[in-house]
């Protein structure tokens, strides 16, 4: 087991990605991954949804969207509810997500987001997006957001997700989140993200165009197939 581990993190260490630049979409693509997907928030304004589903560049076409939600114990993306409707209407595949502050009390902020999100199967796990220490101590950061996570789990029934960025994962969180799929933001870089563990979603850009956007969009690819996709979707 030692030994496949060490390999897989040799494999993210030393594989380079080769980014295949795309007109249409204005960034390049890693020309690895077969499954593309983009995140919003209230910041790309109105969205219309029918035109991002449609929009095709070669092979890239966008099959999946994660959508900000809540933050904190009461924020709530006031284009969510619109967003996760219309998002949903066009067959894209969709997941919510919360932007945490460990600050804060992480039951009241999982009730705010249980609160403005319903799942439905076919729709992606609920994503915590931590991000931020707040100048909180690594046993605090941990012991809030694995309340988070276990509460909202409980609440769904599924496991949820982490979002967040590889220097934040090996300072702050670490091994003892090995069990949640890890949706990783890592930029601009010509090598995988290398948390020290496999990854399900890489973030790799935060300027791509999409029609029926007006404001550049994060860019996304899925670490599988589809069927690996669906899998990971609420039965």
Not at 52 to 71: G, L, N, P, Q, Y
């Amino acid at each position: 087991m030692l030994a496949v581990a060490f390999g897989c993190w040799l494999y993210y260490l030393h594989h380079e990605v080769r980014f295949v630049y795309t007109d249409a979409f204005g960034i390049g693509i890693p020309s690895d991954f077969s499954i593309q997907g983009i995140d919003i928030s209230r910041y790309q304004g109105h969205i219309d949804w029918g035109q991002v589903r449609a929009m095709h560049a070669d092979t890239v076409h966008i099959s999946f969207v994660f959508i900000k939600a809540t933050e904190g114990i009461s924020g709530q993306d006031g284009r969510f509810r619109q967003n996760w409707i219309s998002a949903r209407k066009t067959g894209l595949i969709c997941g919510a997500y919360h932007f945490f502050y460990s600050t804060r009390d992480p039951i009241l902020q999982a009730k705010n987001f249980e609160d403005q999100v319903h799942l439905n199967p076919g729709d992606l796990p609920p994503v915590l997006d931590i991000e931020v220490s707040n100048d909180q101590p690594d046993s605090a950061i941990r012991s809030s957001a694995m309340s988070w996570l276990r509460e909202i789990q409980k609440h769904y029934g599924v496991t949820p997700m982490i979002y967040t960025n590889v220097r934040f994962y090996d300072r702050h969180l670490g091994p003892e989140f090995d069990r949640y799929p890890l949706w990783v933001s890592h930029f601009f870089a010509a090598w995988l993200p290398n948390p020290g563990r496999q990854w399900t979603f890489w973030q790799h850009s935060q300027g791509g165009h999409v029609n029926g956007i007006s404001a550049p969009v994060d860019f996304n690819v899925f670490n599988g197939d589809s069927l690996d996709l669906r899998n990971l979707c609420l039965p």
